[in-house]
């Protein structure tokens, strides 16, 4: 049985996130159907393993997964099987053959997320599902100031929602960068790190917010960190903003 | 009665277009809703007057309509009120007070369209509801070359959908051009003309994108033009590459 590796993109907005749940529309669902029905529907179900999950209506130009067929198959027409079996909002980036035991998730180095900030007003029809959408007046310069202090190996435990599974919650965040996008009326914060806890970027992201509208202090981040409390930091922003850009290995 | 222009976008993806239909969602009908719900629901339903329809995929970035309200609120009170009752799939860009005989349809001078080309094999799944997408192979430069040939005044009746019901098919295109944007890898067809009959452009885009992949002549369009056969130009451009892009007045 070949391993291979795959490169996914997907839009987000109608699905219930990557995880298989029973009855609902997931990105994990509609790849192992389709690797399934390549295989020619083999007796054992083959399961495709990703780098991690994404909650429901959360992006991704560059998931990662793996998965076994059970014949050798061209790296390159595995990619346009899947692709003509996928829905269109699956996009089957690139597809290699890897070692036996490369799994998508234990190997995975990196990671690399970013947020899109709509900065209008106006609320564009067409970023809707696509951007987050903050209403009040931001002040780039204090977030462009602040963002800097989430590199680093942190306690990300004042960053985690509730409901997290992990053994420990120390992370290292290794860049955390601010882009603004005046032509397009948008903010980028970019983030890579050795891993995120659940919504961990989403809360990153609504702590800047925050200190960009001056709810709180440019300087609150280092005090987020110490105080390993998750009652601190309770605004998180919205899912369609949010995009795993690339897991590397 | 005050009369109110309002310029408006919307993400065509999940309308059945603009015109009002017996049990469908459209834009004109989450309009009407909007303006009557504002007038605090009038005895007399109050219409919402569209430069024209758009069909159902198809988008708007600057689509025109007119309508009354029984009393007078400032336009940008109009803009931000209709604002939060409208769904996200609809945004207004600017309301004004115009003059009582003020027409949205009939005072139009001329109205430009953009058709969105994704040019790669990759199918991006954050353009599939925004762009229409062409498998084959294209020469830009012999559509770069012939689209010029749809400037001027013309007989259209080569370029109509059946069951068009306009008296004459004379219009006039006044500007056609092709915008490469290889950042993208897209391809813009702009129209500017003073009317267009049912399912024109996409028509029109279509023998763009034959001429392109070699399957047409490049001189083909005043051939076709000459012809007024609508069996001659069969192929019609998906709809959810098209936008309404603005109406002059």
Known sequence: MPRYKATIAYD???????QVQPGKRTVQLELENAVNKMAKNPEEHLRVQGSGRTDARVHAMGQVANFDLPFNIPADSVRKGLSTMLPYDIGIK?????DDDFHAQFNAHNKTYRYRLSTTQYTDPFKRNYTGH???KLDPALMQQAIGDYEGEHDWLSFVASGFQQ???VRTVYRATMIEKPE???IWFEFTGNGFLYNQIRIMVGVLLEIGSGSRPVDDIPRLLAAKDRQQARFTAPAQGLYLMSVDY
């Not at 987000?12 to 990557?18: E, V």
């Not at 690139?94 to 890897?98: L, R």
């Open 167 to 169: 053994k420990t919650t």
């Open 12 to 18: 987000g907005t109608d699905f219930f996130g990557w």
């Open 94 to 98: 690139k597809v290699e053959i890897v």
């Open 134 to 136: 903050w209403g009040r």
């Open 184 to 186: 397009d009326d948008e």
